[in-house]
T-cell receptor, first 118, second 111 residues
């Protein structure tokens, strides 16, 4: 079954350092997303990306965050200057079409990248 | 912003028991989804609901999309050890791309 793959599975970084989390979405999917989950809390939306541009973002997704699709397969999340409160699991997801309405539009999530900021 | 209130927060049951959990909101959602998350993994889709009143089953799991479009429930019948995990409801508002997640229900099963 097709899956969303994420690397690294765990990254430890010092506060103020830049971090890039990588994702390979399912190959025929057109919509890409990043969500995060602080330990013990609910999953929160960060950003959605379609047609090489951000289509929707949350208040969490401030100027420290950026996303990019550098080639035909990867989708990255960059945090420019990490803060302690950025420590969380970051999930990449993708969907074949605009979310909602039918099965093809349901998000498939990756296993996540755990970010620990010291 | 939109919020989903999921209950209960945790459940401790005996193997073989049935489980019921639900999500409510003051907002209307056009799609309701139920995900399961195992430790160290991402959410895995269990059931998707697209129409108010829809009742859908997936094996021992049954979920319903509330008539008011502001709530949904998930039932698990005859629980087994592999049902252990955290269950999340998630809702999608018409025209939006972001999923709004509930706080999760942690299910623990005593053998």
């Amino acid at each position: 079954e097709p899956e969303v793959t994420q690397t690294p599975s765990h990254q430890v970084t010092q506060m103020g350092q830049e971090v890039i989390l990588r994702c390979v979405p399912i190959s025929n999917h057109l919509y890409f997303y990043w969500y995060r989950q602080i330990l013990g809390q609910k999953v929160e939306f960060l950003v959605s990306f379609y047609n090489n541009e951000i289509s929707e973002k949350s208040e969490i997704f401030d100027d420290q965050f950026s996303v990019e699709r550098p080639d035909g397969s990867n989708f990255t999340l960059k945090i420019r200057s990490t803060k302690l409160e950025d420590s969380a699991m970051y999930f990449c997801a993708s969907s074949e079409d605009f979310p909602g309405g039918s099965g093809a539009n349901v998000l498939t999530f990756g296993a996540g990248s755990r970010l620990t900021v010291l | 912003g939109q919020q989903l209130n999921q209950s209960p927060q945790s459940m401790f049951i005996q193997e073989g028991e049935d489980v019921s959990m639900n999500c409510t909101s003051s907002s209307i959602f056009n799609t309701w989804l139920w995900y399961k998350q195992d430790p160290g993994e991402g959410p895995v889709l269990l059931i998707a609901l697209y129409k108010a009143g829809e009742l859908t089953s997936n094996g021992r799991l049954t979920a319903q999309f509330g008539i008011t479009r502001k709530d949904s429930f998930l039932n698990i019948s005859a629980s087994i050890p592999s049902d252990v995990g955290i269950y999340f409801c998630a809702g999608l508002i018409q025209g939006a791309q972001k999923l709004v997640f509930g706080q999760g229900t942690r299910l623990t099963i005593n053998p």
